[in-house]
């Protein structure tokens, strides 16, 4: 009963996202039915649990997404993300598109995470989108299979869940050796073709991008002059720069900082064409709503997930795939997806396996880079199941319902990864 509850609880949640019932009251809903079930007081753990959870993540990000929303706004009403567009498309003309999640691979690359590069992307995603007749469906994929997939589980990542395996196995961060870059290009390359298969057969279908009523800043004077893109990718790049700048091997800039430095710069490098006042007085608060949605969301998903941690059925869940049989790099794989799916998360499941399953396969004989790059890779497959925070997220700051654009995810962030990770345990198993 109690396994039968986390799996009821994430089928509830998977199917209240799709009627877009509100995400909060959504994660409570399947957060009671996984309470239920395992036998635990519901309102003492919705305290002591969910709500811990879901006030400890608000605190933890607030003023990065307040400012990610800042940057954004200052992006678009500057004309940066205009020019950044235009010359996007000037030179890669109908490809422009194929160009946005490798900007966002490398904003991730350089520390930016996902949840603040869909702020920093999205007017410049709306316009290529717009300009190369791309179906909106398909922004907010782009935004996680660059920042929650490929650059995330990629050698030398920065990410949290890179970290997260390297640590934990006692690696270094570019760890994986041969079949480490083999299967994280092979995410890159095959989810691309994935896109492009997907765009084509949806232009096929007579898809197109639609302009909505939000979208009206998109619409500029033909006679407007917008910054030249060498500013607007110095604001782009300047977060990066600023987070990545190290003193005596440590991090002089916070990604709070950073991203202080970035609105900073845009600000002063684009003089008369901010409408200070009014971005003060109004547009921010607008901005800041969003933001404030989004983190609504995150927050939720994490309340959800730390209910889900607390109950019996997923210790149960744990010490099974724990102890799996059959091929070791297999078992990685299994035994990581189904804690990625339980989770929501492909970091929480890694925290959960690689210092608990990792060692018992490296004092197995197998190398341990292989193991945490395995286990990264893996990771970033079934946490994209809809019970998955970020992508909620990532959706309602594109504009978009889970039932309209969740499928291109199926295939480019679950399908992927997965195909990417069973391609390594094959290198592992033949080279290692």
């Not at 498309?89 to 598109?97: E, N, T």
């Not at 410049?124 to 907010?140: A, H, Q």
């Given at each position: 009963m109690a396994v039968l509850g986390i799996v009821l609880s994430i089928i509830v949640m998977v199917y209240l996202a799709?009627?877009?019932?509100?995400i909060i009251a959504a994660s409570l809903a399947a957060s009671v039915v996984a309470l239920v079930f395992n036998g635990l007081p519901v309102f003492s753990t919705l305290t002591e649990v969910y709500q811990k959870s879901f006030a400890s993540f608000i605190s933890s990000i607030l003023l990065m997404l307040l400012l990610g929303a800042t940057l954004s706004y200052l992006m678009e009403k500057s004309g940066c993300a205009a020019s950044?567009?235009?010359?996007?498309?000037?030179?890669?003309?109908?490809?422009?598109?194929f160009s946005i999640p490798v900007i966002i691979g490398l904003l991730t690359y350089g520390g930016i995470k996902g949840t603040v590069s869909v702020f920093m992307m999205l007017p410049?995603?709306?316009?290529?989108?717009?300009?190369?007749?791309?179906?909106?469906?398909?922004?907010?994929v782009m935004v996680q299979f660059a920042a929650?997939?490929?650059?995330?589980?990629?050698?030398?990542?920065p990410s949290v869940l890179n970290i997260t395996v390297t640590e934990a196995l006692g690696v270094a961060p570019d760890a994986g050796g041969m079949p480490g870059l083999v299967a994280s290009g092979a995410v890159f390359l095959i989810g691309m073709l994935f896109f492009g298969a997907m765009l084509s057969s949806a232009r096929n279908r007579g898809e197109h991008f639609v302009i909505r009523a939000a979208d009206r800043d998109l619409e500029r004077p033909e006679d407007e002059?917008?910054?030249?893109?060498?500013?607007?990718?110095?604001?782009?790049?300047?977060?990066?720069?600023?987070?990545?700048?190290?003193?005596?091997?440590?991090?002089?800039?916070?990604?709070?900082t950073a991203l202080f430095i970035g609105c900073a710069l845009c600000i002063l490098l684009n003089l008369g064409r901010i409408d200070l006042k009014t971005f003060v007085c109004r547009d921010i608060g607008a901005k800041f709503k969003d933001a404030i949605w989004m983190m609504s969301g995150l927050a939720a998903m994490s309340g959800f997930g730390a209910?889900?941690?607390?109950?019996?059925?997923?210790?149960?869940?744990?010490?099974?795939v724990i102890n799996l049989p059959g091929n070791p790099y297999i078992k990685i794989i299994v035994a990581t997806s189904v804690?990625?799916?339980?989770?929501?998360?492909?970091?929480?499941?890694?925290?959960?396996?690689?210092?608990?399953l990792g060692p018992v396969f490296v004092g197995m004989g197998l190398d341990p880079g292989y193991v945490a790059r395995l286990m990264a890779i893996t990771g970033t497959g079934l946490d994209s199941m809809p019970n998955n925070g970020g992508i909620i997220g990532i959706m309602q700051v594109c504009g978009e319902e889970l039932k309209d654009c969740y499928y291109p995810f199926i295939w480019m962030t679950i399908i992927t990864p997965l195909i990417s990770a069973f391609l390594m345990a094959g290198l592992c198993t033949v080279f290692g």
């Open positions: 799709s009627k877009s019932i509100n950044l567009a235009d010359a996007l498309v000037h030179i890669f003309g109908k490809y422009a598109i410049i995603m709306l316009t290529v989108c717009r300009e190369n007749d791309v179906p909106r469906m398909f922004m907010p929650g997939n490929f650059a995330n589980s990629a050698p030398g990542s002059k917008l910054p030249p893109p060498w500013i607007a990718a110095s604001v782009l790049i300047s977060v990066p720069l600023a987070l990545n700048l190290k003193i005596g091997g440590k991090n002089v800039f916070s990604i709070v209910c889900v941690a607390a109950t019996e059925g997923y210790r149960t869940i744990v010490d099974a804690l990625a799916a339980a989770t929501g998360s492909a970091t929480s499941a890694c925290t959960i396996i690689a210092p608990t």
